[in-house]
């Protein structure tokens, strides 16, 4: 998925910068809804119940806005993922707070790989069409246990550069911006991912 921001997008990071609280609003509009999926996808079971993702990136967009004249200054990452960086940060702070709270021996795990039941059933179903032949439904159906499985199996950089690639649909600049590599990095990571899960469910080498 491209960066919205080009023709009238960069007209409105322009006015935005000037101080346009019009600009401001509707530039920030253009990623309500892609960022609040990306947050979805990432809340627990437990969270889901306390937090709504709709409120997560309206306090991005909070902060985001006290913080546009530094980054038009500065510009240290394309505007997208300046943003959801913004918003995983609100995320995670808020994440952090409850986990606090939650006595669980699983919080230090929960911290290091947020994804909701939600979330893991797409990213199954993403993988196991990338992964499987082209046989049938049912083939489908019988193999995202053994998928789920294998997921769950890899480490946590590989699971999480296929959640950006398969959940949030980005692109691999986006990606390498969103974790602070190299883009050569982030095709590396993924293709391992993906042998990984081939090994781990038993296939051969393609």
């Given at each position: 998925?491209?960066?919205?921001?080009?023709?009238?997008?960069?007209?409105?990071?322009?006015?935005?910068?000037?101080?346009?609280?019009?600009?401001?609003?509707?530039?920030?509009?253009?990623?309500?809804?892609?960022?609040?999926?990306?947050v979805?996808?990432?809340?627990?079971?437990?969270?889901?119940?306390?937090?709504?993702p709709?409120d997560?990136?309206?306090?991005?967009?909070?902060?985001?806005?006290?913080r546009l004249?530094?980054?038009?200054?500065?510009?240290?990452?394309?505007?997208?993922?300046?943003?959801?960086?913004?918003?995983?940060?609100?995320?995670?702070?808020?994440?952090?707070?409850?986990?606090?709270?939650?006595?669980?021996?699983l919080?230090?795990?929960a911290?290091?790989?947020?994804?909701?039941e939600?979330?893991?059933?797409?990213?199954?179903d993403?993988?196991a069409?990338?992964?499987?032949?082209?046989?049938?439904h049912?083939?489908?159906?019988?193999?995202?246990?053994r998928?789920?499985?294998?997921?769950?199996?890899?480490?946590?950089?590989?699971?999480?550069v296929?959640?950006?690639?398969?959940l949030?649909?980005?692109e691999?600049?986006?990606i390498a911006?969103?974790?602070?590599?190299?883009?050569?990095?982030?095709r590396?990571?993924?293709?391992?991912?993906?042998?990984?899960l081939r090994?781990?469910?038993?296939?051969?080498?393609?």
């Open positions: 998925m491209a960066d919205p921001v080009d023709g009238h997008s960069e007209q409105l990071v322009g006015a935005a910068a000037e101080g346009g609280a019009d600009a401001i609003g509707e530039l920030l509009e253009t990623y309500r809804e892609r960022l609040r999926k990306m979805a996808v990432r809340i627990d079971p437990w969270l889901s119940a306390r937090l709504d709709s997560v990136v309206q306090e991005a967009f909070v902060e985001a806005a006290k004249p530094e980054y038009m200054r500065t510009t240290p990452l394309p505007f997208y993922p300046w943003l959801r960086q913004l918003t995983w940060e609100q995320f995670m702070h808020i994440r952090v707070h409850q986990l606090a709270e939650k006595r669980s021996p919080r230090e795990e911290l290091n790989t947020p994804l909701s939600s979330g893991m059933a797409r990213l199954v993403q993988v069409a990338v992964e499987s032949s082209p046989s049938g049912a083939v489908h159906e019988e193999a995202r246990e998928v789920r499985d294998a997921i769950g199996q890899l480490e946590q950089h590989d699971r999480e296929l959640i950006l690639r398969y949030e649909q980005l691999t600049r986006e911006a969103a974790l602070g590599i190299r883009e050569g990095a982030v590396m990571r993924h293709l391992r991912a993906l042998e990984r090994v781990s469910l038993g296939k051969d080498e393609t």
